[in-house]
């Protein structure tokens, strides 16, 4: 008599357990480097002696003149021939507040020449990000500063 045997049927099962721990791997690694992503550009901010400490949220967008005069709308380099042309499609049009970060060491010249681009583009209210020069009353202020993305943004409007 033949018996048949157990030993030549095939499991179709699919084990999960290798891909579950290579995302738990990915999942780590992302919440590991998403805090990093949030900082953003080196620069290297003006101190200042009073400034105000304003609410900010995600809908926003910040420039950045970099020391050597780079141009940076969030993570994204732009030449200043085309600046006028990308406030107009990611403020203007949007209606995102704008930021500008500008390294202490860039020169005043620049400054004025994409602040004249910003009241060109028709953009009247802009927030200017700084730092807090360390003081002794203001260490309440500076607890409290340390806690938001953007402590020390100061919205000056342009006019016009």
């Given at each position: 008599m033949?018996?048949?045997?157990?030993?030549?049927d095939f499991v179709a099962d699919i084990n999960v357990t290798p891909f579950v721990d290579v995302m738990l791997v990915l999942l780590i690694i992302f919440m590991v480097t998403a805090p990093m992503m949030t900082e953003g550009l080196d620069v290297a901010l003006p101190?200042?002696?009073?400034?105000?400490?304003?609410?900010?949220d995600d809908d926003h967008v910040i420039l950045t003149i970099k020391a050597d005069g780079a141009l940076f709308?969030?993570?994204y380099e732009t030449a200043m021939p085309d600046l006028?042309?990308?406030l107009d499609t990611r403020v203007k049009a949007t209606g995102r507040q704008l930021f500008v970060?500008?390294?202490k060491d860039v020169p005043y010249g620049m400054v004025m020449q994409v602040m004249d681009n910003i009241r060109g583009a028709g953009i009247a209210d802009v927030g200017?990000?700084?730092t807090s020069a360390?003081?002794?009353?203001?260490?309440s202020r500076a607890d409290s500063a340390?806690?938001?993305?953007?402590p020390n943004a100061r919205s000056t409007g342009l006019g016009g």
């Amino acid at each position: 008599m033949a018996a048949s045997s157990s030993d030549d049927d095939f499991v179709a099962d699919i084990n999960v357990t290798p891909f579950v721990d290579v995302m738990l791997v990915l999942l780590i690694i992302f919440m590991v480097t998403a805090p990093m992503m949030t900082e953003g550009l080196d620069v290297a901010l003006p101190k200042v002696e009073t400034s105000e400490i304003l609410p900010t949220d995600d809908d926003h967008v910040i420039l950045t003149i970099k020391a050597d005069g780079a141009l940076f709308f969030d993570q994204y380099e732009t030449a200043m021939p085309d600046l006028r042309s990308v406030l107009d499609t990611r403020v203007k049009a949007t209606g995102r507040q704008l930021f500008v970060r500008a390294d202490k060491d860039v020169p005043y010249g620049m400054v004025m020449q994409v602040m004249d681009n910003i009241r060109g583009a028709g953009i009247a209210d802009v927030g200017l990000i700084t730092t807090s020069a360390p003081d002794e009353a203001q260490t309440s202020r500076a607890d409290s500063a340390a806690k938001s993305t953007y402590p020390n943004a100061r919205s000056t409007g342009l006019g016009g």
